[in-house]
C-alpha cells in the first residue's frame, strides 16, 4: 500500500483545512485508517481514525468535536477536515493503514504510512 497525504498549508486560528489521503493497493478498502501527527520536538500522536466501513470513527481528545474523519471507498481516499484549528494543532500530519491487530489509537498497530504534510496555524 503506498500512500499520499495532502491538503496542508498555513492558515490563521479559527480556520479550517481538509486533508486528503490517497492509498493504492487492494487492502484499502479492508483497512481501518488513521492521521497522526507530530509537532517539531514532540512525539508522534494519534489524531483520528476510521474503521473498513467508516461505521466506526476513534478521536483524540484535543481534537473531538473540531476534526471529521471521513473516507470513500471507492476513490481509495481518506479525509480529515479539521475546522476551528489553534496554534498548538500545528504538525506533520501522517495518514496511516492499519494492520489486523492492536489498538486503532496506537502508531504501532499501523504498518503502511504516508510522507506527511505539514499544517501550520498561526496565532
Known amino acids: 500500500v503506498q500512500l499520499q497525504a495532502s491538503g496542508g498549508g498555513l492558515v490563521q486560528a479559527w480556520g479550517s483545512l481538509r486533508l486528503s489521503c490517497a492509498a493504492s493497493?487492494?487492502?484499502?478498502?479492508?483497512?481501518?485508517m488513521g492521521w497522526f501527527r507530530q509537532a517539531p520536538g514532540k512525539e508522534r500522536e494519534f489524531v483520528a481514525a476510521i474503521s473498513w466501513s467508516g461505521g466506526t470513527t476513534y478521536y483524540a481528545d484535543s481534537v473531538k468535536g473540531r476534526f471529521t474523519i471521513s473516507r470513500d471507498n471507492a476513490k481509495n481516499t481518506v479525509y480529515l477536515q479539521m475546522n476551528s484549528l489553534k496554534p498548538e494543532d500545528t504538525a506533520v500530519y501522517y495518514c496511516?493503514?492499519?494492520?489486523?491487530?492492536?489498538?486503532?489509537?496506537?502508531?504501532?498497530?499501523?504498518?503502511?504510512w504516508g510522507q506527511g504534510t505539514l499544517v501550520t496555524v498561526s496565532s
Open positions: 496511516a493503514t492499519k494492520g489486523y491487530s492492536g489498538s486503532s489509537y496506537y502508531a504501532a498497530s499501523y504498518n503502511y
Open positions: 493497493g487492494r487492502t484499502f478498502s479492508g483497512s481501518t
